[in-house]
C-alpha cells in the first residue's frame, strides 16, 4: 500500500494538479489531504471540487477549512474585532468565494485526525496539528513528552507514526522511538523551496516507508490568478499570501507576532516597517 498525504494546498490550484500527477506516478493508492485545503490562495473553489470529485480521498480538518465557516457565521470562537479590521479582506473573500459555490460548510464533517492501521506495522496517526488542536505543531522541535503523550495514549495501543502538516515545512525524524513526519506544503512552502511539497507513505515488509516530495510547477498561472480573480483588492493580507508564494517563506505569521508584540496596526505602512527590519523576507 503506497499513500500519498498532502496539506496546505491553501487555494493553489496549479499545485495541486502538480502533486496529484506525481502522486499518480509514483504509484499512490489512496489519498489523504491533511488540512488546509482553502484559503490564502485565489483557487479555493477549484481545489475542493477537484479533490471532492475523486473517489480516493480522505480528510482531516485544518485550521484555514474551519476559519473560513466560522468567519462567515461570524462565530463567538473568533475575535469579535476581526470582522471590522480590513486586514481580514482575503479571509472574507474566500469565505464569499466558497459559499456562493456552495461548499463553504463541507470541512464541517472532516474528523480532526485519522488513524492507520496496517497489520504488521506500527500504528499510524495523522492530523493537521496534532489530534489535540490542528494549530498545534508537530515536528523535529516538538517537546519529547508531547511527543511521548501524542504516542501513548491511556487505554490504546502506542503509534509509532505521528504525522502533521501546518508548519508548511517537511520533517522526517525520530524522536523517542516514534516517527515524526510533517507533509510540508503543497501550495504554500516556508522552506525557500517553491516547489509543491507532499508526502509518500509505502508499507513494506521492513516497516513504514516515507519519502518527501517536491514536485516542481509553474508558478506564474497562480500568481495571475491573485491579480485576475479580485483577491489583490482585498487589502494587505492578499499581498503578504501571494508574496509568501513568491518567496517560499513564511510571512504572514512572523507579521503578525511582530505587530502583536509591537502593538501596531496591520497595515501596508507596518508591513514596508517590518521588511525593513526584516530584509532577509523580501520579496524580488
Given at each position: 500500500?503506497r499513500?500519498a498525504?498532502?496539506?496546505?494546498i491553501?487555494?493553489?490550484?496549479?499545485?495541486?494538479?502538480?502533486?496529484l500527477?506525481?502522486?499518480?506516478n509514483?504509484?499512490?493508492?489512496?489519498l489523504i489531504?491533511?488540512?488546509?485545503v482553502v484559503n490564502?490562495?485565489?483557487?479555493s473553489?477549484?481545489?475542493?471540487?477537484?479533490l471532492?470529485?475523486?473517489t480516493?480521498?480522505?480528510?482531516?480538518?485544518?485550521n484555514?477549512?474551519?476559519?473560513?465557516?466560522?468567519w462567515?457565521?461570524r462565530?463567538a470562537n473568533?475575535?469579535?474585532d476581526?470582522?471590522?479590521?480590513?486586514?481580514w479582506g482575503?479571509?472574507?473573500?474566500?469565505a464569499e468565494?466558497?459559499?456562493h459555490?456552495?461548499l463553504?460548510h463541507?470541512?464541517a464533517?472532516?474528523?480532526m485526525?485519522?488513524?492507520?492501521?496496517?497489520a504488521?506495522?506500527?500504528a499510524?496517526?495523522?492530523?493537521?496539528?496534532?489530534?489535540?488542536?490542528?494549530r498545534?505543531?508537530?515536528?523535529?522541535?516538538?517537546a519529547p513528552?508531547?511527543?511521548?503523550?501524542?504516542?501513548h495514549?491511556p487505554g490504546?495501543?502506542p503509534?509509532?507514526?505521528?504525522?502533521g502538516s501546518h508548519?508548511?515545512?517537511?520533517?522526517?525524524a525520530?524522536?523517542n522511538g516514534v516517527?515524526?513526519?510533517?507533509?510540508?506544503?503543497?501550495?504554500?512552502?516556508?522552506?525557500?523551496d517553491?516547489?509543491?511539497?507532499?508526502?509518500?507513505?509505502?508499507a513494506?515488509?521492513?516497516?513504514w516507508?516515507?519519502t518527501l516530495?517536491?514536485?516542481p510547477?509553474?508558478?506564474r498561472?497562480v500568481l495571475?490568478?491573485?491579480?485576475t480573480?479580485g483577491?489583490?483588492?482585498?487589502?494587505?493580507?492578499?499581498?503578504?499570501?501571494?508574496d509568501?508564494?513568491v518567496t517560499?517563506r513564511?510571512l504572514?505569521?512572523?507579521?503578525?507576532?511582530?505587530t502583536?508584540r509591537?502593538g501596531?496596526p496591520?497595515?501596508?505602512?507596518?508591513?514596508?516597517?517590518?521588511?525593513?527590519?526584516?530584509?532577509?523576507?523580501e520579496?524580488?
Amino acid at each position: 500500500m503506497r499513500l500519498a498525504v498532502l496539506a496546505d494546498i491553501h487555494g493553489n490550484a496549479d499545485a495541486l494538479r502538480a502533486v496529484l500527477r506525481d502522486a499518480r506516478n509514483q504509484g499512490a493508492e489512496r489519498l489523504i489531504v491533511n488540512g488546509d485545503v482553502v484559503n490564502r490562495g485565489p483557487d479555493s473553489v477549484e481545489v475542493l471540487r477537484t479533490l471532492l470529485e475523486r473517489t480516493d480521498v480522505t480528510f482531516t480538518l485544518g485550521n484555514h477549512d474551519d476559519l473560513l465557516r466560522l468567519w462567515h457565521t461570524r462565530s463567538a470562537n473568533l475575535p469579535a474585532d476581526w470582522f471590522t479590521d480590513p486586514f481580514w479582506g482575503a479571509t472574507a473573500w474566500s469565505a464569499e468565494q466558497l459559499d456562493h459555490a456552495g461548499l463553504l460548510h463541507v470541512p464541517a464533517s472532516w474528523p480532526m485526525f485519522l488513524d492507520l492501521h496496517q497489520a504488521g506495522l506500527s500504528a499510524v496517526q495523522m492530523a493537521h496539528g496534532t489530534r489535540d488542536h490542528y494549530r498545534e505543531s508537530l515536528s523535529d522541535r516538538s517537546a519529547p513528552d508531547r511527543i511521548a503523550a501524542l504516542a501513548h495514549r491511556p487505554g490504546e495501543a502506542p503509534y509509532g507514526v505521528l504525522i502533521g502538516s501546518h508548519i508548511h515545512r517537511p520533517v522526517h525524524a525520530t524522536l523517542n522511538g516514534v516517527l515524526i513526519l510533517n507533509t510540508g506544503a503543497v501550495g504554500a512552502p516556508a522552506t525557500g523551496d517553491p516547489r509543491a511539497q507532499y508526502l509518500l507513505l509505502t508499507a513494506t515488509p521492513q516497516g513504514w516507508e516515507a519519502t518527501l516530495r517536491a514536485v516542481p510547477y509553474d508558478r506564474r498561472g497562480v500568481l495571475r490568478r491573485f491579480e485576475t480573480s479580485g483577491l489583490m483588492r482585498t487589502g494587505l493580507s492578499a499581498h503578504i499570501f501571494r508574496d509568501e508564494v513568491v518567496t517560499a517563506r513564511s510571512l504572514y505569521t512572523p507579521y503578525w507576532a511582530w505587530t502583536e508584540r509591537a502593538g501596531l496596526p496591520r497595515t501596508h505602512a507596518t508591513w514596508a516597517q517590518f521588511l525593513r527590519q526584516h530584509p532577509d523576507l523580501e520579496p524580488v
